[in-house]
């Protein structure tokens, strides 16, 4: 269901011309019908060209700018009106900048009154529009002239509206809803009710849906859409949500799944100052942004030079629901008006300046017209990231990188940096440790500080190192000892060798890490605490079992080999390990 916002200067007919296309009068409050001005959003709807279709009706007031920022964040086709008897006007000018620096492609501008004005003054305020849209987004906007009151140019002001909407295309499904909220209010017997325009996806009764700011858990309980009852709505809705999970909530606030949107109090943006100020925008001041229905005081800091655009950091006192993409107007407290607006480039942006304007340059380069494009840039700025983290910060964007595990993904450039990394540190590990098969994974690991996933993915496309399972070694390498360690095993050996009454592993003189290099290459076998032997050995200890007798106990088995006790026992439990020998309290048979 598509939106249509009214804009332009206050009292130049937006509701009257609203209600003569809907049937509806959008002003709901006492006060305004009593004065004959729109100080709220109002809402109505009709169908065009068959499709049914929303307003929201803005207020043109200079008092009530804040409540006509907070209608015109979510539509897809806007319709300026101007006055033909009066012209272009102060918040014409203002309401044609909020309309551009929030990127309204698609529009229609009524000339309406035209009931009130004669031929040539309506030509002098087509002209005057004409001059005034050009250079802006609305400079191609048909311009339609009109009169709720006698009906002529209505067929054509419809016309144009249903070419506009066609052009404006389906209201985008990215499975993310979100709902910004223009009004609440408690109802008897049902409790807390909502409303808003519905974007990003589907929401159904019983749905589970976060509310921001505070991260309140509430429950659908009922849907509406204009007036009419509903199990689920889509984007592009105008939508009632009965709720439960809280007891009250403020416009501002925002309605949307769990998990899929992040809060922030620092984002990086790019901004555009209005046209009128010649200056640029200065970073001191007091500034409100304004974002779907909410507004926030704010502070700037300018990051790169521009009279109309800049890179600025945006801090927040409050936590604000925005990702990539999104769009806001800043308002100057001081001057009461609207001074700039922006769009969001990264929620999350990295501290430091240095970081900053390397980040504000590569984002202002790289084009972001999709979720997808936004993930890929802020992972590209952030080297590496969690998949849930990029979607929420990117409108529910997926990076191109292949890097990825598990939930983390990482950046070709990035992955390449780790590789290198990871190839220093093995290569290390190889210089100091030339006996050892490679480095544990965990302990590779923990020197770089990443999860032994992403050293796999890292590791699967390397042609520099192998994964052994246990262990990460550099491509060509085995463990090989040295002239000296050498001549230490060879001696080890002979002192084995001499009988199966085998010193102590202690005695044999070689350094604890080539006995344990020795053993992970199999030339020892550990038998028990600081006792070894040649695998040749134990293969003649198991070949002289069938010498004893059925049964046997520790001392004939001692006997037998020619050994102490001291080796004795550990070699039949040994053998009771590998299931050889059983023992049956104090005697043992071959199994």
């Known amino acids: 269901m598509p939106i249509i916002a009214t804009a332009g200067h206050v009292d130049h007919g937006k509701s009257t011309l609203v209600e003569a296309l809907t049937g509806r009068d959008p002003d709901r409050w006492a006060e305004e019908k009593e004065r004959g001005l729109t100080i709220d959003l109002g809402f109505a709807w009709t169908k065009v060209g068959g499709t049914e279709v929303g307003f929201v009706d803005v207020p043109g007031h200079e008092r009530f700018i804040k409540n006509m920022l907070a209608g015109v964040g979510a539509v897809d086709v806007a319709l300026f009106v101007v006055a033909a008897d009066e012209g272009w006007m102060p918040q014409s000018e203002e309401h044609l900048a909020v309309l551009d620096l929030m990127g309204t492609r698609r529009g229609v501008v009524a000339l309406t009154r035209i009931d009130r004005a004669d031929a040539e003054t309506a030509d002098i305020s087509e002209l005057s529009i004409l001059e005034a849209i050009e250079g802006t987004h609305l400079r191609d906007w048909p311009i339609v002239r009109v009169s709720p009151v006698t009906g002529e140019g209505m067929p054509a002001l419809v016309q144009n509206l249903e070419d506009q909407l066609a052009a404006a295309g389906p209201t985008l499904d990215c499975a993310r809803p979100r709902l910004w909220v223009d009004r609440s209010f408690r109802i008897a017997g049902v409790g807390l009710v909502v409303t808003g325009t519905l974007t990003g996806g589907w929401i159904a009764v019983d749905d589970q849906l976060m509310l921001w700011p505070g991260e309140h858990r509430v429950r659908v309980r009922g849907l509406q859409s204009h007036d009419d009852a509903a199990t689920e709505l889509g984007p592009g809705t105008r939508a009632a949500l009965n709720i439960t999970g809280i007891e009250d909530t403020n416009r501002g606030s925002m309605l949307g799944k769990a998990d899929t949107f992040r809060t922030t109090t620092r984002l990086l943006a790019r901004v555009r100052t209005v046209r009128h100020l010649e200056a640029a925008l200065p970073g001191r001041g007091a500034y409100h942004l304004h974002a779907g229905t909410g507004a926030w005081p704010v502070e700037l800091r300018i990051l790169t030079a521009d009279k109309r655009e800049a890179a600025v950091l945006v801090r927040s006192r409050g936590e604000i629901p925005l990702h990539a993409g999104d769009r806001f107007i800043l308002r100057e407290t001081g001057r009461q008006a609207v001074v700039a607006g922006g769009m969001v480039l990264d929620p999350h942006p990295p501290r430091g300046g240095a970081g900053l304007r390397a980040a504000a340059e590569l984002l202002d380069r790289v084009p972001i ?171 003649e200890i198991e070949s002289r079992l069938s010498q004893l007798p059925d049964e046997f106990t520790v001392a004939e088995f001692r006997d037998l080999m020619g050994v102490t006790r001291r080796q004795a026992v550990p070699l039949l439990e040994w053998l009771d390990s590998r299931g050889v020998t059983v023992r049956r309290g104090d005697i043992r048979v071959v199994s």
Do not use: C
């Not at 690991?445 to 262990?471: C, K």
């Not at 001499?498 to 053993?519: D, F, K, N, T």
């Open 369 to 539: 017209a999709t979720a997808n494009d936004a993930a890929d840039a802020l992972l590209e700025i952030r080297g590496r990231a969690l998949l849930t983290e990029l979607a929420s910060d990117s409108g529910g964007g997926q990076p191109s990188s292949s890097f990825r595990a598990g939930n983390e993904v990482m950046a070709e450039g990035a992955a390449q940096e780790l590789h290198g990394q990871l190839v220093g540190v093995v290569s290390r590990f190889h210089a100091e440790n030339r006996l050892r098969p490679g480095i544990p994974k965990a302990t590779l690991s923990s020197v770089l500080g990443v999860d032994p996933a992403v050293i796999r993915v890292v590791t699967a496309s390397s042609e520099a190192v192998s994964d052994d399972g246990a262990t990460i070694r550099l491509v060509g390498f085995s463990p090989g000892l040295s002239p000296s360690e050498q001549e230490s095993w060879d001696s080890a050996r002979a002192k084995l060798a001499e009988g199966l009454a085998v010193p102590r592993a202690s005695q044999l003189g070689i350094e604890a890490e080539l006995l344990h290099a020795l053993l992970r290459a199999e030339e020892l076998q550990k038998v028990g605490d600081d006792l070894v032997y040649l695998p040749e050995q134990l293969t």
